[in-house]
């Protein structure tokens, strides 16, 4: 079955870096764009950033761009995302999750993960 798991947060002061982790099972990784999703409290799951198959096209949400790095080993169904400069804002659930031809969106019937708690202090 298809399993997503997310790790890599954690508490950290502003202005800090953390890099997550989306490990992949039962999919075919390679196959397909990944992208990384956050949701605040109270708020929707919004856009972070995406990766083509093969980690060569990127797309980033405006308050990532310069600060967050997303990529993604193949060999390894790993997707990553680099994020530096942290900032309060940037507190959230982080998800990964596949997104069709870097579009930003998630499929409706996403396999969603559980997640992994950025939190960010100042």
């Known amino acids: 079955q298809v399993q997503l798991t997310e790790s890599g947060g954690g508490l950290v002061q502003a202005g800090g870096s953390l890099r997550l982790s989306c490990v992949a099972s039962g999919i075919p990784f390679s196959k397909l764009d990944w992208a990384w999703f956050r949701q605040a409290p109270g708020k929707g799951r919004d856009f972070i950033a995406a990766v083509d198959r093969m980690g060569t096209d990127t797309k980033y949400e405006d308050s990532a761009k310069g600060r967050f790095t997303i990529s993604r080993d193949n060999a390894r169904n790993i997707l990553y995302l680099q994020m530096n400069e942290l900032k309060s804002e940037d507190t959230a659930v982080y998800y990964c999750?596949?997104?069709?031809?870097?579009?930003?969106?998630?499929?409706?019937?996403?396999?969603w993960g559980r997640g992994t708690q950025v939190t960010v202090s100042s």
């Open positions: 999750a596949k997104s069709p031809h870097l579009s930003g969106s998630y499929y409706l019937n996403e396999n």
